[in-house]
């Protein structure tokens, strides 16, 4: 029986971003078995790519700036909608393309959520949530704004098909809109925790949403122009772009140029987690764990589980460090390799085919635009059904 997992994660995480991951991770498997222990392999701290002179090489640079959190990013989209509660609609629609024609069954669904979102007014949960803090009447009002604007027609027109990207803008959107009556009217507006507890029920009377924990379409480039719309403090954008590159794209070519002390850190974890261990990798981390796997033998290593990762085609491409193309797999390696790959994340890849007989792939759809859907994996429950009799 497996007694341990240990997560290797990919390009670009730190210590927060890889918490968050972890603890994604440490439900799912509670969800199939809670005798399984989990344990970290945060290589990125000490690993991973940064700039080592402060950016002394790139002209006119500035300097690093302070991460920005994703807390603080979602603010900064809540000030776009208190000045204007439509505004995350009209971005759908213009990202979106209004001529490209539905197949029957999507014009069914956009037109049932057209129905939801007007029943929404009428709604007995959320009538109910907001009776502390709104009337009933604010509450109607917010909804036919939204429900009746050119906007929400708009997104709806433009997506491709009805997910929880467009449940997500069209919820914020009438909770964004209550709030403006509540001003208007000199009320309390509702507190952080309520609003968004109002969106989630929102996106679940909607239809509910693709994953147990709903992820945000608002990427960069939103969540870019909101923090400088909304705070003003925008530095250059070279600033942020080499800020932000350094540990994303710096840990990959990091990786190429030295990755032997990011596979001895791995293999260092491996040795402290005694027998029947199951690696999970994500992204760069399945690429480091792949070439681990080949060149040692690490016989507690039962399997391995790769998701998002780029192994396949480095191994195509003939770039996979530890083995060239038209070698095969030693026999050393994990009689199980599970991957795991979502054709909305262009940075995931198919492994049985290349490594034919020594790896099964698993779809997963995480109904989510790239590059969201390259770390959206943790949350989907087939991806932990498809794992559930791997792990017992």
């Known amino acids: 029986m497996v007694k341990t997992v240990l997560f290797v994660h990919g390009t670009g995480v730190r210590k927060h971003s890889y918490e968050s991951s972890a603890a994604r991770i440490a439900e799912g498997l509670r969800s199939i078995n809670r005798g399984i222990r989990l344990e970290p ?3 990125g701290d000490v690993h991973g790519a940064r700039l080592g002179m402060n950016g002394v090489s790139i002209p006119e640079f500035n300097g690093p700036i302070a ?12 000030e776009l909608l208190a000045q204007d509660a439509l505004f995350e609609l009209r971005e759908l629609a213009a990202a979106g393309n209004p001529d490209d024609l539905d197949a029957p069954q999507d014009r069914i669904d956009k037109a049932k959520l ?5 029943a929404l007014e009428t709604n007995a949960v959320l009538l109910a949530r907001i009776q502390e803090r709104a009337l009933t009447a604010q509450w109607q009002q917010a909804v036919r704004a939204v429900a009746t604007s050119q906007a929400a027609k708009d997104a709806v027109d433009a997506a491709s098909r009805v997910d929880t990207t467009l449940r997500l803008g069209l919820s914020r959107a009438v909770v964004a809109s209550l ?10 507006v509702l507190p952080a925790p309520l609003r968004d507890a109002l969106v ?13 924990i709903f992820t945000d379409w608002v990427t960069s480039k939103l969540k870019g122009l909101g923090l400088r719309w909304a705070t003003a403090k925008a530095k250059r954008e070279r600033d942020a772009l080499y800020t932000a590159a350094a540990p994303t794209a710096g840990d990959v070519l990091l990786y190429q140029a030295r990755g032997a002390s990011i596979r001895d850190f791995i293999a260092e974890r491996v040795g402290q987690c005694g027998d029947d261990v199951v690696i999970f990798a994500h992204s760069l981390g399945g690429i480091a764990c792949v070439d681990l796997l080949i060149e040692r033998s690490l016989p507690q290593v039962k399997a391995l589980v790769t998701v998002g990762s780029q192994a396949p085609f480095m191994y195509e491409i003939g770039a996979l460090t530890s083995l060239e193309l038209g070698k095969q797999l030693p026999t050393h390696f994990p009689p199980k390799w599970i991957n795991f790959y979502d054709c909305n994340d262009l940075l995931s890849y198919k492994a049985s085919q290349v490594f034919a007989g020594r790896a099964t792939d698993h779809e997963v759809r ?12 943790w949350d989907m429950p087939e991806l932990w059904q498809t794992l559930e009799p791997h792990l017992k």
């Open 41 to 43: 392999c945060l290589w």
């Open 67 to 78: 991460a920005v959190s994703e807390e603080t990013q979602m603010e900064a989209l809540w």
């Open 114 to 118: 057209l129905t939801q979102l007007a």
């Open 179 to 188: 709030q403006a009556r509540l001003l208007e009217d000199n009320m309390a």
């Open 200 to 212: 989630k029920k929102g996106v679940d009377e909607l239809g509910g949403g693709e994953l147990n």
């Open 366 to 377: 995480s109904g989510l635009p790239f590059p969201m859907s390259h770390s959206a994996y």
